[in-house]
C-alpha cells in the first residue's frame, strides 16, 4: 500500500539553526499536508500544498510541493525552542480526494537554546 | 469552536476491561476519524465516519475493537477486553472534507 518515507528521524539543533526535513511516497499524490504535534497534543495542520512546484510560506516555515509529486520540503528558518516537537507529512490515501489521510512517521525535532 | 474534543485525557486499566474512548467532533464536519499512535507505528488510521455511517474500518486490529456514532456530535472507540499491547495514544479528528483538525488525544495504558 501507500506509505510515505520521512527523514530525518530526528534531528537535534541549534536555536537560530535552519531546519530542512522532507518526504518522498512511491506514488503519486495531488495534495501534500504538514503538520506538528507539540508534545502531549494532537497533530495541527502547518501547511497545505496542492500543486506540483508549489513553494507556500507560514511564518519562518516553508514547504514545497516536488516537481515529480512524489516528494515534499519543509524548511524552518532561524529555529527557536518552540519548534520543538514532531514534524508528519501527509496525503490523501489512495492517492485521491482529501477524505482519508496517510501519515509518514515524522521528524522529530529538538531544538536547544 | 472549541475544537474536537477527546475524554478522557488519560486512562490506565487492568487487561480484561473494556475501555470507552469518547470524541465530540467539531459542529459540521462530515468526517470523522479515528487514529492510534505509538512510537513503533506512528499514526495508523483504524476507523473513519462519513455522516455518521463507517466507511472503512480496516484499520480496526481485530473484533476487540468496535466503533459508533449514533449521531453528528458525538463517536466512541471501545475496547473489549483490553490487552497491554493496546498501549498508545488514541487521537480522533474530524473534517469538513479537507484538512483535519486533532483532539488532544487519549494516552491509554493498559496493565
Known amino acids: 500500500g501507500q506509505q510515505l518515507n520521512q527523514s530525518p528521524q530526528s534531528m537535534f539543533i541549534q536555536e537560530g539553526e535552519d531546519v530542512s526535513m522532507n518526504c518522498t511516497s512511491s506514488?503519486?499524490?495531488?495534495?501534500w499536508l504538514w503538520y506538528k504535534q507539540d508534545p502531549g497534543e494532537g497533530p495541527v495542520l502547518l501547511i497545505a500544498l496542492y500543486k506540483a512546484g508549489e513553494l507556500t510560506s507560514n511564518g519562518r516555515l516553508t514547504a514545497q510541493f516536488g516537481i515529480t509529486r512524489k516528494d515534499s520540503f519543509l524548511n524552518i528558518s532561524a529555529s527557536i525552542p518552540s519548534d520543538v516537537g514532531i514534524y508528519f507529512c501527509?496525503?490523501?490515501?489512495?492517492?485521491?480526494?482529501?477524505?482519508?489521510?496517510?501519515f509518514g512517521k515524522g521528524t522529530k525535532l529538538s531544538v536547544k537554546p | 469552536d472549541a475544537g474536537v474534543i477527546q475524554s478522557p485525557r488519560h486512562e490506565v486499566t487492568e487487561m480484561g476491561q473494556e475501555v470507552t474512548l469518547r470524541c465530540k467532533p467539531i459542529?459540521?464536519?462530515?468526517?470523522l476519524f479515528w487514529y492510534r499512535q505509538t512510537m513503533m507505528r506512528g499514526l495508523e488510521l483504524l476507523i473513519y465516519?462519513?455522516?455518521?455511517?463507517?466507511?472503512?474500518d480496516s484499520g480496526m486490529p481485530e473484533d476487540r475493537f468496535s466503533a459508533k456514532m449514533p449521531n453528528a456530535s458525538f463517536s466512541t472507540l471501545k475496547i473489549q477486553p483490553s490487552e497491554p499491547r493496546d498501549s498508545a495514544v488514541y487521537f480522533c479528528?474530524?473534517?469538513?472534507?479537507?484538512?483535519?483538525?486533532f483532539g488532544s488525544g487519549t494516552r491509554l495504558t493498559v496493565v
Open positions: 459542529s459540521g464536519h462530515d468526517y
Open positions: 501527509a496525503g490523501p490515501n489512495y492517492g485521491g480526494s482529501q477524505g482519508n489521510l496517510i
Open positions: 479528528a474530524s473534517s469538513p472534507g479537507y484538512g483535519y483538525t
Open positions: 465516519f462519513n455522516n455518521n455511517v463507517p466507511i472503512d
Open positions: 506514488s503519486i499524490f495531488n495534495t
